[in-house]
């Protein structure tokens, strides 16, 4: 089955380490986006891609990076810049067709 | 900014009476709309879209769309409390390529 996969499920970082959260999907699409989501809160976009080897910032990209070297993977890194990481992840796709987003099942990471 | 604004709630109906969730819109260039269901501690998971002035029905679920006053619904009959959860509504823009912008959601409790 087609989908979009986010490894691993729970994440817990300790100061100043940098971590890589991973997304895949085998769903041919072009655009992949990068949420974060606070308790209680709407979703925040951190950083999309519409092409491999292109990507631009979101509305809080300050302590994260991304690569698209590959079309299936969109991974994200918390780097130590980012002084509150803790929340929930969320990693989607879409294609040219007007069906929304596909999101995976998402990564909750912890700050211990 | 381009908005897309919803109660946040909680919205609170006994079982069985009609849910009635609503998303106003900024951008009157927004030609489609989509309404996600999020489960506590899960993923977005998309229940229904419409690009078309008027209403669209799925099942126990139906989106009502008015362009004019930019204004999209989402009524829910026969609730039941296995739909208490938070509802995300997003548009698509013409410009904006696949990226769609979200409300805060509206959080739905449907009390036995």
């Known amino acids: 089955d087609g989908g979009i996969t986010q490894s691993p499920k729970y994440l817990f970082r300790k100061e100043g380490q940098n971590v890589t959260l991973s997304c895949e999907q085998n769903l041919n699409h072009d655009a992949m986006y990068w949420y974060r989501q606070d308790p209680g809160q709407g979703l925040r976009l951190i950083y999309y891609?519409?092409?491999?080897?292109?990507?631009q910032k979101g509305d809080i990209a300050e302590g994260y990076s991304v690569s698209r070297e590959k079309k299936e993977s969109f991974p994200l890194t918390v780097t130590s810049a980012q002084k509150n990481p803790t929340a929930f992840y969320l990693c989607a796709s879409s294609s040219g067709q007007a069906y929304g987003y596909t999101f995976g099942s998402g990564t909750r990471l912890t700050v211990v | 900014q381009k908005e897309v604004e919803q109660n946040s709630g909680p919205l609170s109906v006994p079982e069985g009476a009609i849910a009635s969730l609503n998303c106003t819109y900024s951008?009157?260039?927004?030609?489609?709309f989509f309404w996600y269901r999020q489960y506590s501690g899960k993923s977005p998971e998309l229940i229904m879209f419409?690009?078309?002035?008027g209403d669209k029905e799925d099942g126990r679920f139906t989106a009502q769309l008015n362009k004019a006053s930019q204004y999209v619904s989402l009524l829910i009959r026969d609730s039941q409390p296995s739909d208490s959860a938070t509802y995300l509504c997003a548009s698509k823009a013409p410009n904006a390529g696949n990226m769609l912008t979200f409300g805060g959601g509206t959080r739905l409790m449907v009390k036995p």
């Open positions: 419409i690009y078309s002035n």
């Open positions: 891609s519409q092409i491999v080897n292109d990507f």
């Open positions: 951008d009157r260039g927004s030609q489609s």
